[in-house]
């Protein structure tokens, strides 16, 4: 079974770059799709974007502007920066596996098959 | 893009059974057959409960059952136990390629 690792500062500064890196066990980077979900403090989920192993992403057109996942499949790793941060945010920040049916046109999001614990990134002066 | 509309909160006796509703539109619940549900305990990562509008994957028990009639998909719990208050939300793929959650339901064990 697929575990997932976050880890970054839990503090960020306004206007500054939030960093986070997911570490994959129990399974090949190669394997899956690979996603960013965060959920302010009290609040619903929102997806972020996925990363496949080749490197292409998709993002969410409302923080497209200032998203970039990547992965380091040597490390088994992928990470999200985010960038001009606010207030607003802040939020705990999972990384997950994404399952994705590919047919010869179209790539369609599932599930969010696991889940990584979450990380509370908090964007603060 | 707003959120699939769920109700803020839903409550039952132990043993009776309940149902959470999780309204969209054509362009994504209504659209396509990838409807998830998603347990979350306070503290705790969302764990898959359901996917493609009625699968469970394995582990997950039989008490939990989905279904979809046009925009709206529905999470019905049966025989509610007290481990079953958590809360609740929907997810489903979109025509824009992404990937909508809903606002979340907070189940009462009463």
């Known amino acids: 079974q697929v575990q997932l690792q976050e880890s970054g500062p839990g503090l960020v500064k306004p206007s500054e770059t939030l960093s986070l890196t997911c570490t994959v066990s129990g399974g090949s980077i190669s394997s899956y799709y690979w996603s960013w979900i965060r959920q302010p403090p009290g609040k619903g989920l929102e997806w972020i974007g996925y990363?496949?192993?080749?490197?292409?992403?998709n993002y969410n057109p409302s923080l497209k502007s200032r998203v970039t996942i990547s992965v380091d499949t040597s490390k088994n790793q992928f990470s999200l920066k985010l960038s001009s941060v606010t207030a607003a945010d802040t939020a705990v920040y999972y990384c997950?596996?994404?399952?994705?049916?590919?047919?010869?046109?179209?790539?369609?999001?599932?599930?969010?098959?696991?889940w990584g614990q979450g990380t509370l990134v908090t964007v603060s002066s | 893009q707003s959120a699939l509309t769920q109700p803020a909160s839903v409550s039952g006796s132990p043993g009776q059974s309940i149902t959470i509703s999780c309204t969209g539109t054509s362009s994504d619940v209504g659209g396509y057959n990838y409807v998830s549900w998603y347990q979350q305990h306070p503290g705790k990562a969302p764990k898959l409960m359901i996917y493609d509008v009625s699968n469970r994957p394995s582990g997950v028990s039989n008490r939990f059952s989905g279904s979809k009639s046009g925009n709206t998909a529905s999470l019905t719990i049966s025989g509610l136990q007290a481990e079953d208050e958590a809360d609740y939300y929907c997810s489903s793929y979109t025509s824009s390629s992404t990937l909508l959650f809903g606002g979340g339901t907070k189940l009462t064990v009463l």
């Open positions: 990363i496949y192993y080749s490197g292409s992403t």
């Open positions: 997950a596996s994404l399952n994705i049916y590919c047919s010869s046109t179209s790539c369609y999001q599932r599930t969010v098959d696991y």
